[in-house]
C-alpha cells in the first residue's frame, strides 16, 4: 500500500500529546448536568423523599407527582384541573412546570474563552493502573505518575418552578403542605449524583366546586443550579491528566573526589574541609547567553560580551556625570512633577511660577490654576462653569447668540437692570410689549398689559348691547330627536353685536345623557325658530335615539 508523505512541521497544527490520552478504559465518564438533571431532581425529591400521600377510606393513598406538558399546563390554566381518559377529575394530584431560568449573578464565573476554559476543578483519582500500589514500587522507591481529571467550571443558574396541588379536603392538602414547607432549603436530588439547593416560597389556597369538591393550593419553588456541557464545540468539558515520572540517574566511580580537589595557592587542597568536599567540580553553561547592550547615556564596560556561565564576567554601567545628592548635573530639557528650579528671572518652585511664562503648545493642568496679573486669549475660551466676580465691567457684543443652560430646572439671576430692544419668548409665546393702553383698541396678542392699563380699565365703556351679550348664558333641553344624528332645540343663537367675535360653536357646551359630548364631532345651524345640534355618529361612536336627553348650555337669544 502507498504510504502518503508526511505534512511537514510548518504546516501542522498546534498539538500537544499530552491533553491526548484515551478515556476507553476509564470508569470516570465525563461529567454533564443538563436542565433535565434539575427537573429529575425535583421530580425524584418529591416521588422518592417528600412522599406526599393522604388518607381516604382509612386507606393511605401516594399522590402522584407528574410534569406538566405544554397540553396539559394548557388544561390546567383553562379548567383549573385535570381530568383522565374517562373525563373523571384527577384528585389528589401534583403538577408541576418549570416557569424561568436566569443566570445567577451571587457566583459569576468568567470561563476567559468558552471554547478553552481557563478556569477548572481538579480532582485526583485515588487509584488506578497508573496509580497502583505494589511491593515492588515500595522496595525499589518508586513513586507511580498520579492521574488527575480536570473539569470545567460550570454556569450556575437560578431556575424557577410553579406547583399545584389538589387534594378533596383541606386536611388532606394540611399533611401535603406541611411535608413540602419543611423540606425548605434542603438540597434537592438523586443520592449519587447532582444535588441542588431549594427554596419555597409563598404558598397560596384556593376552593372551586366543579361536580365535587376540590382544595387547590399552589406554591413556588426556587432552584440553585449549574449547566455544564459534556461537550461544547468539540471541546470535553471533562479532560485527563498523568504526571510525568521520575527517572533518577546515579553512577559508580572509582576515582577518588580528594584527586579532583583544585589546590589552592598556597598548597592547601581548598576544595575540601573537615574531610568534605566544599567545591562544585562542575560547571554548567547555556546555550543562549546573557548579553548587555549599551544605549544612550549609558555605557557598558563590556558591551555585547555575553554570559553564558562558563566563565565570571564582570560588567560596570556608568551614564556619564555624577548624579549623587551633592553633583551638579546638567540635562538639556527636564521633566519632573516637582520643580524648584531658578533660570534668571523666572522662578519654578513647588509652590507656584514666579515671572514671565511663554507657553507655544499645549497646557494642560489636573488642579486649579490662580492668576494674579491679566489672562488674554486670542482663540476661543470653553469652559464648563464660569464664575465672574467683577467691579465694573463694559461688554459690546457686536453679533452673536448666547444661550443659557441645559434644563427647565436651571436657574439665571441677574441683579440690575436688564434692558432688552428686541422681542423675548416666553414657554413658546413672543412678547414684544408692555403695553398701559386700558382700552385694549390694539388687541394685539404680543403685548403684556400692567398694572396701570387694568386699574384704568372702565368696564361702563362697553355698549348695552355688548354688556347683555356677554351675560347671555341660558340652558336648554332638546325637544325632539329629529334623526340619528340630529337633536332640536327650542331656541334662537344670539346675535352678536358690533365689534365682538360671531357666536360659533365654541360659545356651547352639550351634554347627552350626563356626558360631555367633544366639540370636534358636533356642529349647530339655526333653522329658522329651531336650534339644531348636528352629531357625526361615525365620529362619536353612536347614533341618537329618541329617549336620549341632551342638554346644551350657551349663548341662546333667550
Same mark, same amino acid.
Given at each position: =500500500?502507498?504510504?502518503?508523505?508526511p !505534512?511537514?512541521?510548518?504546516?501542522? /497544527?498546534?498539538?500537544n500529546?499530552?491533553n491526548?490520552?484515551s478515556?476507553?478504559t476509564?470508569?470516570?465518564?465525563?461529567?454533564?448536568?443538563?436542565?433535565m438533571?434539575m427537573?429529575?431532581?425535583?421530580?425524584?425529591?418529591?416521588?422518592?423523599?417528600?412522599k406526599p400521600?393522604?388518607?381516604?377510606?382509612?386507606?393511605?393513598?401516594?399522590?402522584?407527582?407528574i410534569?406538566?406538558s405544554?397540553?396539559?399546563?394548557?388544561?390546567?390554566?383553562?379548567?383549573g384541573?385535570?381530568?383522565?381518559?374517562k373525563?373523571q377529575?384527577i384528585?389528589?394530584?401534583? +403538577?408541576?412546570?418549570?416557569?424561568?431560568?436566569?443566570?445567577n449573578?451571587?457566583?459569576p +464565573?468568567d470561563k476567559l474563552?468558552?471554547?478553552?476554559? @481557563?478556569?477548572?476543578?481538579?480532582?485526583? @483519582?485515588?487509584y488506578s493502573?497508573?496509580?497502583?500500589?505494589? @511491593?515492588?514500587?515500595?522496595?525499589?522507591?518508586?513513586?507511580p505518575?498520579?492521574?488527575?481529571? /480536570? %473539569?470545567?467550571?460550570?454556569?450556575y =443558574?437560578?431556575?424557577?418552578?410553579?406547583?399545584?396541588?389538589?387534594?378533596?379536603?383541606?386536611e388532606?392538602? /394540611?399533611?401535603?403542605?406541611?411535608? %413540602?414547607?419543611?423540606?425548605d432549603?434542603a438540597y434537592w436530588?438523586e443520592?449519587?449524583?447532582?444535588?441542588?439547593?431549594?427554596?419555597i416560597?409563598?404558598?397560596?389556597?384556593?376552593?372551586?366546586?366543579?361536580?365535587?369538591?376540590l382544595?387547590?393550593t399552589?406554591f413556588?419553588v426556587?432552584?440553585?443550579g449549574?449547566?455544564?456541557?459534556?461537550?461544547?464545540?468539540?471541546?470535553?468539558?471533562?479532560? @485527563?491528566?498523568?504526571?510525568?515520572?521520575?527517572?533518577?540517574?546515579?553512577?559508580?566511580?572509582?576515582?577518588?573526589l580528594?584527586?579532583?580537589?583544585?589546590?589552592d595557592?598556597?598548597?592547601?587542597?581548598?576544595?575540601?574541609?573537615?574531610?568534605?568536599?566544599?567545591?562544585?567540580?562542575?560547571?554548567?553553561?547555556?546555550?543562549?547567553?546573557?548579553?548587555?547592550?549599551?544605549?544612550?547615556?549609558?555605557?557598558?564596560?563590556?558591551?555585547?560580551?555575553?554570559f553564558?556561565?562558563?566563565?565570571?564576567?564582570?560588567?560596570?554601567i556608568? !551614564?556619564?556625570?555624577?548624579?549623587?545628592?551633592?553633583?551638579?548635573?546638567?540635562?538639556?530639557?527636564?521633566?519632573?512633577?516637582?520643580?524648584n !528650579?531658578?533660570?534668571?528671572?523666572?522662578k519654578?518652585?513647588?509652590?507656584?511660577?514666579?515671572?514671565?511664562?511663554?507657553?507655544?503648545?499645549?497646557?494642560?493642568?489636573?488642579?486649579?490654576?490662580?492668576i494674579?496679573?491679566?489672562?488674554?486669549?486670542?482663540?476661543s475660551?470653553?469652559s464648563?462653569?464660569?464664575?465672574?466676580?467683577?467691579?465694573?465691567?463694559?461688554v459690546?457684543f457686536?453679533?452673536?447668540?448666547?444661550?443659557?443652560?441645559?434644563?427647565?430646572?436651571d436657574?439665571?439671576?441677574?441683579?440690575?437692570s436688564v434692558d432688552i430692544?428686541?422681542s423675548f !419668548?416666553?414657554?413658546?409665546?413672543s412678547?414684544?410689549e408692555?403695553?398701559?393702553?386700558s382700552t385694549?383698541?390694539d388687541?394685539?396678542p404680543?403685548?403684556?398689559?400692567?398694572?396701570?392699563?387694568?386699574?384704568?380699565?372702565?368696564?361702563s365703556?362697553?355698549?348695552?348691547?355688548e354688556t347683555?351679550?356677554?351675560?347671555k348664558?341660558?340652558?336648554?333641553?332638546?325637544?325632539d330627536i329629529?334623526?340619528? /344624528?340630529?337633536a332640536?332645540?327650542n331656541?334662537?343663537?344670539?346675535?352678536?353685536?358690533?365689534?365682538v367675535?360671531?357666536?360659533?360653536?365654541?360659545?356651547? %357646551?352639550?351634554?347627552?345623557?350626563?356626558?360631555?359630548?367633544?366639540h370636534d364631532?358636533?356642529?349647530i345651524?339655526?333653522?329658522?325658530?329651531?336650534?339644531?345640534?348636528? %352629531?357625526?355618529t361615525?365620529?362619536?361612536?353612536?347614533?341618537?335615539e329618541?329617549?336620549?336627553?341632551i342638554?346644551?348650555?350657551?349663548?341662546?337669544?333667550s
Open positions: =500500500m502507498e504510504r502518503k508523505k !505534512i511537514p512541521r510548518s504546516q501542522r /497544527n498546534e498539538f500529546r499530552g491526548k490520552l478515556r476507553n476509564d470508569d470516570v465518564k465525563n461529567l454533564s448536568v443538563g436542565i438533571d427537573d429529575s431532581a425535583i421530580m425524584y425529591y418529591f416521588n422518592e423523599v417528600i400521600s393522604v388518607e381516604i377510606n382509612d386507606e393511605k393513598v401516594k399522590v402522584p407527582c410534569y406538566a405544554p397540553e396539559r399546563w394548557t388544561q390546567v390554566s383553562k379548567q384541573f385535570l381530568r383522565d381518559k373525563r377529575i384528585t389528589p394530584l401534583i +403538577v408541576f412546570k418549570r416557569t424561568g431560568m436566569e443566570r449573578d451571587n457566583i +464565573v474563552d468558552a471554547n478553552d476554559p @481557563k478556569l477548572f476543578y481538579t480532582f485526583q @483519582k485515588k493502573q497508573q496509580n497502583r500500589f505494589d @511491593k515492588f514500587s515500595v522496595q525499589k522507591n518508586l513513586e505518575n498520579r492521574e488527575y481529571y /480536570n %473539569v470545567a467550571m460550570p454556569d =443558574m437560578t431556575l424557577t418552578y410553579e406547583f399545584i396541588v389538589w387534594t378533596s379536603y383541606i388532606q392538602m /394540611n399533611r401535603i403542605v406541611e411535608k %413540602v414547607n419543611y423540606s432549603g436530588g443520592p449519587g449524583k447532582m444535588r441542588f439547593k431549594t427554596r416560597e409563598n404558598f397560596s389556597d384556593s376552593s372551586q366546586v366543579d361536580g365535587e369538591r382544595i387547590k399552589t413556588g426556587t432552584l440553585d449549574y449547566i455544564l456541557p459534556e461537550t461544547f464545540n468539540n471541546y470535553t468539558t471533562t479532560q @485527563k491528566y498523568l504526571t510525568p515520572k521520575k527517572l533518577v540517574i546515579r553512577e559508580n566511580v572509582d576515582t577518588n580528594e584527586e579532583l580537589a583544585i589546590e595557592k598556597g598548597g592547601d587542597k581548598g576544595g575540601f574541609e573537615g574531610g568534605e568536599l566544599t567545591k562544585d567540580i562542575f560547571s554548567v553553561s547555556i546555550s543562549n547567553p546573557f548579553t548587555l547592550e549599551q544605549g544612550l547615556g549609558v555605557s557598558i564596560s563590556n558591551n555585547g560580551i555575553g553564558d556561565g562558563s566563565a565570571p564576567l564582570t560588567q560596570e556608568s !551614564i556619564g556625570q555624577d548624579v549623587s545628592t551633592n553633583a551638579n548635573v546638567q540635562f538639556n530639557t527636564l521633566t519632573t512633577n516637582e520643580l !528650579i531658578g533660570t534668571g528671572t523666572t519654578f518652585t513647588d509652590g507656584g511660577i514666579s515671572g514671565s511664562v511663554a507657553l507655544t503648545g499645549s497646557f494642560v493642568t489636573s488642579q486649579s490654576a490662580t494674579l496679573g491679566d489672562l488674554t486669549v486670542t482663540g475660551l470653553v464648563d462653569l464660569l464664575i465672574i466676580q467683577v467691579t465694573t465691567r463694559s459690546d457686536s453679533s452673536g447668540s448666547n444661550e443659557f443652560g441645559d434644563t427647565l430646572d436657574k439665571h439671576e441677574f441683579t440690575g430692544s428686541g !419668548i416666553l414657554n413658546g409665546y412678547v414684544n408692555i403695553s398701559n393702553d385694549f383698541i388687541e394685539s404680543t403685548a403684556l398689559v400692567t398694572e396701570q392699563a387694568i386699574a384704568n380699565f372702565n368696564v365703556t362697553l355698549t348695552t348691547d347683555t351679550y356677554l351675560r348664558q341660558f340652558y336648554k333641553t332638546s325637544s329629529v334623526s340619528t /344624528n340630529t332640536s332645540f331656541a334662537i343663537t344670539a346675535s352678536a353685536p358690533s365689534g367675535t360671531t357666536t360659533s360653536i365654541n360659545d356651547f %357646551v352639550f351634554f347627552i345623557n350626563g356626558q360631555y359630548m367633544e364631532a358636533i356642529a345651524r339655526q333653522t329658522g325658530s329651531a336650534f339644531h345640534l348636528e %352629531v357625526n361615525t365620529s362619536i361612536g353612536y347614533d341618537l329618541s329617549d336620549d336627553e342638554l346644551a348650555i350657551g349663548k341662546f337669544d
